[in-house]
């Protein structure tokens, strides 16, 4: 039963272009048949803890006997088993001042552990070669390349860490209701143009 792992980030409600691109491609996923299911995580309306303690990012066994908390352990696990669950993944990333949300830097701090997730002390790399999907959005233009920051620790953490096949999505012009400069009609065409890519990928990954 080929699972697909939504994860959304975005504050916003109905009107987030991200999870709406999220929601297209897992639409699409399910169209492919009854067996294809979807996993929902909302680091939103359920947020991560955060990274209170240097041990979070290594196993047991290289803490050098340095305990967690168990409520974060627990936490930590469960993460990293719906990941490895999963057959694809799909994370939505709005663009906050220049980066992604806390809470999904929150989430990428619970399953990047090396030696686990990623390779350290083995060659431990359960998730490679399978495929996740990032779909970003941000308020104004792309003419500073902003995509490319905030991006690139996801792709460098997900893709070389984790060893997934990582793809983008970006939609850009989100705020053009608010500041008409940016073109609604052009903000319109980008979000069409992006739905029809994550649904394209939805259907094939």
Same mark, same amino acid.
């Given at each position: 039963?080929?699972?697909?792992?939504?994860?959304?980030?975005?504050?916003?409600?109905?009107?987030?272009?991200?999870?709406?691109?999220?929601?297209?491609?897992?639409?699409?996923?399910?169209?492919?048949?009854?067996?294809?299911?979807?996993?929902?995580?909302?680091?939103?309306?359920?947020?991560?803890?955060?990274?209170?303690?240097?041990?979070?990012?290594?196993?047991?066994?290289?803490?050098?006997?340095?305990?967690?908390?168990?409520?974060?352990?627990?936490?930590?696990?469960?993460?990293?088993?719906?990941?490895?669950?999963?057959?694809?993944?799909?994370?939505?990333?709005?663009?906050?001042?220049?980066?992604?949300?806390?809470?999904?830097?929150?989430?990428? @701090?619970? /399953?990047?552990?090396? +030696?686990?997730?990623?390779?350290? !002390?083995?060659?431990?790399?359960? =998730? #490679?070669?399978?495929? &996740?999907?990032?779909?970003?959005?941000?308020?104004?233009?792309?003419?500073?390349?902003?995509?490319?920051?905030?991006?690139?620790?996801?792709?460098?953490?997900?893709?070389?860490?984790?060893?997934?096949?990582?793809?983008?999505?970006?939609?850009?012009?989100?705020?053009? @209701?608010? /500041?008409?400069?940016? +073109?609604?009609?052009?903000?319109? !065409?980008?979000?069409?143009?992006? =739905? #029809?890519?994550?649904? &394209?990928?939805?259907?094939?990954?």
């Amino acid at each position: 039963m080929p699972v697909l792992l939504k994860i959304d980030s975005s504050v916003d409600g109905a009107p987030s272009r991200t999870r709406r691109l999220t929601a297209g491609l897992a639409e699409s996923w399910r169209s492919r048949g009854h067996d294809y299911t979807v996993v929902t995580r909302d680091l939103h309306r359920d947020p991560p803890p955060v990274m209170v303690a240097s041990a979070q990012h290594w196993p047991e066994r290289l803490r050098d006997g340095a305990q967690l908390d168990p409520a974060l352990e627990a936490a930590q696990s469960s993460a990293i088993a719906e990941l490895l669950a999963a057959d694809a993944v799909v994370i939505g990333v709005p663009m906050y001042n220049y980066a992604m949300p806390a809470t999904l830097k929150a989430w990428i @701090d619970l /399953v990047h552990v090396p +030696g686990v997730t990623a390779p350290f !002390d083995v060659e431990s790399r359960p =998730l #490679a070669g399978r495929p &996740a999907v990032l779909v970003a959005a941000r308020g104004g233009t792309d003419d500073d390349g902003g995509f490319a920051h905030a991006l690139g620790s996801l792709e460098l953490t997900i893709g070389s860490g984790l060893g997934m096949h990582v793809r983008t999505i970006t939609t850009s012009r989100t705020l053009a @209701d608010r /500041v008409p400069a940016l +073109g609604e009609q052009l903000a319109e !065409d980008e979000l069409e143009t992006a =739905l #029809a890519q994550a649904r &394209a990928l939805g259907a094939t990954l």
